[in-house]
């Protein structure tokens, strides 16, 4: 296992977070998955970490919160598939904080949808996730607003971070963390946490998109084409500036799964009463590939906001009215 070289960004961080975030996020429970429950280390068991009942309905509002909270911005832009643009939101509109989401081509319109509902606007872009998040750049230039990022800045990684400090709280004895990953945020932040303990941190990308996989065997960051895969959260073309380093110097392995084999893994989860988004289903098919020489193991189901749960949280927002 590899250490980090850790400069301007550490596992300091994510402990400032884990204060700073203390009534802001929801603790959220380790579900059981595959395997006994015993504590023996030779017992393969594999627990759930449910982001998908975290606030908003997805991990995002870990790192959306550290920004907001630490920047104390009154106008803030973002370039988001979703999840990241539904946390701000949510969090910005009692806050009185002004938020912009910039969606690329392709984008959730349910997610958008829920964007607007509580109270953000959205840009649409063509192009993909490097499209939208230039013209994010752009935009928060233009207009002075604060850029806050999905995936790559200091705040973010290490509020999501979180996640991964509550794992490791909780089953000290976790030997694998299995990490959904697409900008890398939560990798990245999950690596940062697990600095200086015994457990390896694999990151889960899909096939169609491995820019990490693809980036470490080049020695450095590799921008892909835009991706249609079905974890449309996880469509980012190339790994960034602050999350590269960490992941690079961190993570123990990367692991690339198919379309295919996300939806079963949903499918898996549904079965078991878990309302997965496919993007949130992808750790558990890393998971599951990996199979079960993992040891006792912890995948984190990264988000909920599927279709039908995102038109229900939208239905029941003041704003809708005002929108539609």
Do not use: W
Not at 131 to 154: M, T, Y
Not at 203 to 221: I, W
Not at 232 to 242: E, K
Request: charged share 20%; with cysteine.
């Amino acid at each position: 296992m590899s250490v980090t070289t850790i400069d301007t960004l550490g596992p300091a961080d994510v402990d400032a977070a884990v204060e700073r975030l203390a009534g802001h996020v929801r603790r959220t429970p380790l579900l059981p998955g595959l395997g006994g429950a015993g504590r023996r280390r030779s017992e393969y068991a594999l627990l759930l970490k449910a982001e998908h009942l975290q606030h908003s309905g997805s991990f995002k509002v870990r790192g959306a919160a550290n920004a907001v909270l630490a920047l104390g911005a009154d106008r803030i832009v973002t370039g988001s598939s979703g999840n990241h643009g539904i946390a701000l939101a949510r969090l910005a509109a009692p806050l009185g904080v002004e938020v912009t989401v910039v969606m690329a081509a392709g984008a959730s319109p349910a997610k958008a949808a829920l964007i607007r509902a509580l109270g953000g606007r959205i840009v649409s872009v063509p192009g993909g996730v490097a499209e939208r998040d230039l013209r994010a750049l752009e935009l928060a230039g233009e207009s002075g607003a604060v850029f806050v990022p999905s995936s790559d800045h200091e705040l973010v990684i290490a509020g999501q971070g979180t996640v991964g400090a509550e794992i490791l709280a909780e089953v000290p004895d976790v030997e694998t963390v299995y990490v959904p990953t697409g900008g890398g945020g939560l990798l990245a932040g999950v690596c940062l946490s697990a600095h200086g303990h015994r457990v390896r941190v694999v990151g889960v990308e899909p096939a169609a998109t491995p820019r990490y996989a693809r980036s470490l065997a080049a020695g450095r960051p590799v921008r892909l084409a835009p991706s249609e895969t079905v974890a449309d959260g996880l469509r980012a073309q190339q790994p960034g500036a602050v999350t590269f380093p960490v992941i690079r110097d961190r993570v123990d392995d990367l692991i690339a799964v198919s379309d295919a084999e996300i939806l079963a893994a949903a499918a898996f989860l549904r079965r078991r009463g878990v309302e997965a988004e496919p993007s949130g289903a992808v750790a558990l098919a890393g998971a599951l590939r990996a199979g079960r020489g993992a040891g006792r193991a912890v995948a984190i189901v990264s988000g909920g906001n599927t279709t039908a749960a995102l038109t229900a949280a939208a239905a029941t927002e003041p704003y809708l009215e005002e929108i539609s």
